[in-house]
C-alpha cells in the first residue's frame, strides 16, 4: 500500500522513498502503530483513505479541503515516513 501514495495516478510519489519502503525489513504491529503515531489526526484520516484507493478529487471532497492541500498532506505524509524508516 505504500504505493498508493502516490499523485492519485498510481505513479509512487518519489521513486527514492518507493525503494527504501520496499527494502526488505521486518515489519510488525508495533512498527506501523509508530509510524501512526507520528501522525496527526487528519493525517491519518487522509492515509486511511488513500490506503482503501481514494484519488485527490475524493480525498479533497470527503476531507472537505483544496486539492492542493491534498497534495501538500500527501508530501508531509511522506516525509514523515521516510523520515522514520531513514531513523
Not at 18 to 27: G, H, M, Q
Not at 45 to 73: C, H, I, Y
Request: a negative charge; aromatic letters at 8%.
Amino acid at each position: 500500500y505504500w504505493r498508493s501514495l502516490s499523485h492519485g495516478q498510481g505513479e509512487p510519489i518519489d521513486e527514492e522513498l518507493a525503494e527504501t519502503l520496499a527494502a526488505p525489513r521486518e515489519v510488525t504491529a508495533g512498527t506501523f502503530d509508530e509510524l501512526m503515531a507520528l501522525l496527526t489526526a487528519k493525517e491519518k484520516e487522509f492515509f486511511t483513505l488513500v490506503v482503501e484507493g481514494a484519488s485527490d478529487e475524493e480525498l479533497s471532497e470527503r476531507l472537505g479541503v483544496e486539492r492542493k492541500t491534498v497534495v501538500q498532506m500527501r508530501y508531509r505524509i511522506k516525509k514523515k515516513i521516510k523520515e522514520y524508516i531513514e531513523q
